[in-house]
């Protein structure tokens, strides 16, 4: 197999005087941030569908790149000059990990007995690929969103012949996801919401939706799937009204169904602001409830309400998310770059540039929320706030033993109330900006 990306070298480190655009400037994989090297804090992966599949179609035009890889495009021989391209890519970028949909690796054909051979053939070929290598699969996942057939949702569709197909794609992809060792098994539902609650049973299609996840537990658990299962939580886009809508919501659904012990969020940056909430925000809903799992590492555009899926560049964004990802102890999944070249970027350096870009930034954002941590003040500013639950009464309500009773009664002992006294937001987003520009 020839070399695809010709005329680009491995990437090095190259430190942040460089000004060669094929190096990086922040991400030193060996380098240890508190006690810990920046490739361990940061698992990236590579989004299949994004890197070696999108070419830059959008609603008004067609392809700008081309990513046909010297073959002709919707062939067997199409899907393995993807996987050359792939490996290449990835190594020389020195990124461990990739992330696919089914039918990403391959063109789906008519009937989905040839479509699964297609699969076989094609992880064989993969799992060839990852030996000599240390390239893992993070995650895998079942497209169950653009073939005609999921127009009216998956797990959530009307039709119980769409609802088979859809844990048909599931099972494979899950079959697939351990072949290719992966760590986790997403779930996003592009297509279960609605658009209208006119012609909706709300109730229903969430039970069916909950249904189909048990039955991928199972199904998982009995091949040998030990990772974990993600869903990852979108307000809308395509649907009006997705049930997947934010962190809360989707935890509140686990529990209810009793899927909790099986699944974690992937947090995507970009939904996160759709859904009217900061990435953090996000993070930290998933974190202080045991379920943070991966990343989808992006960012949106707040002039524009859609996915825009961009690499992410906003260093203030990112070394937000790594300041709670750090105080959640790490992740167990990764940082996978769900995002896309914008798409007059097409050239193949394009696609270096978006990943050095996106790596360089998680990587700054990690080095200067380590510096946050240490420099120590945010947190005990915030230790400092709640002190005066610390004693007895403080005590009893975390225990859940105190009554209104006792309460109202030191209320009317003092009669009238102090200050709580100010929460400084302007001063301590003074010490962000010192630690981060110094
Ligand atoms: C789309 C989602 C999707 C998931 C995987 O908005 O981000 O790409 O990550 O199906
Ligand atoms: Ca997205
Ligand atoms: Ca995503």
């Not at 830059?56 to 899907?79: I, L, N, P, V, Y």
């Not at 993969?126 to 000599?132: A, F, P, R, V, W």
Request: aromatic share 12%; charged share 25%.
């Amino acid at each position: 197999m020839s070399e695809i990306f010709t005329n680009i070298p491995k990437i090095q480190y190259e430190g942040k005087s460089s000004k060669n655009p094929l190096a990086f400037r922040y991400y030193d994989a060996d380098r240890v941030i508190l006690g810990k090297k920046m490739s361990e804090h940061l698992p990236f992966a590579m989004a299949w569908w994004h890197n070696l599949c999108a070419a830059g179609t959008d609603m008004f035009g067609r392809d700008t790149a081309d990513k046909s890889f010297g073959t002709e495009k919707g062939t067997m021989e199409h899907a393995k000059a993807k996987v050359d391209a792939g490996f290449e890519f990835m190594q020389k970028l020195g990124i461990k990990y990739f992330c696919f949909h089914d039918v990403d690796i391959i063109p789906e054909a008519e009937d989905i007995n040839e479509t699964n051979r297609r699969l076989d053939e094609i992880t064989d070929y993969i799992l060839e690929k990852m030996q000599g290598t240390d390239i893992k699969c993070l995650w895998g996942t079942a497209n169950m969103f653009s073939n005609p057939r999921f127009m009216n949702g998956a797990g959530s569709t009307n039709s119980l012949d769409v609802y088979c197909f859809a844990a048909a794609q599931i099972k494979k992809a899950l079959e697939l996801t351990v072949k290719l060792g992966g760590k986790g098994y997403v779930f996003w539902g592009g297509r279960e919401g609605y658009e209208t609650l006119l012609n909706t049973d709300v109730k229903l299609e969430q039970e069916h939706i909950a249904a189909l996840m048990k039955m991928a537990v199972t199904y998982g658990r009995s091949i040998g799937f030990t990772g974990d299962f993600y869903i990852e939580p979108k307000p809308k886009e395509p649907m009006k009204h997705q049930y997947d809508f934010d962190a809360a919501t989707a935890i509140g659904f686990l529990r209810q169904y009793g899927l909790d012990k099986d699944f974690k969020m992937n947090i995507e940056a970009n939904h996160a602001t759709l859904a009217g909430h900061t990435f953090r925000h996000e993070l930290r809903i998933s974190a202080i409830n045991g379920m943070l799992g991966s990343i989808d590492a992006n960012q949106g555009d707040y002039l524009l309400g859609w996915d825009t899926d961009e690499f992410p560049y906003d260093v203030y964004e990112s070394t937000m998310c790594m300041y709670e990802v750090l105080k959640a102890g790490g992740l167990t999944g990764g940082f996978n770059f769900d995002a896309k070249n914008r798409r007059p970027s097409n050239t193949y350096e394009d696609m270096f540039h978006a990943y050095i870009l996106g790596m360089d930034t998680f990587a700054l954002g990690l080095i200067k929320a380590a510096e946050m941590i240490e420099d120590g003040e945010l947190d005990a500013f915030v230790a400092n706030k709640y002190a005066s639950f610390n004693c007895e009464l403080g005590e009893k309500i975390a225990r859940g033993e105190c009554t209104l009773e006792e309460l109202a009664a030191r209320a009317a002992d003092m009669g009238t109330c102090a200050n709580p006294g100010s929460g400084r937001q302007e001063y301590l987003e003074g010490v962000v900006n010192r630690v981060m520009f110094g």
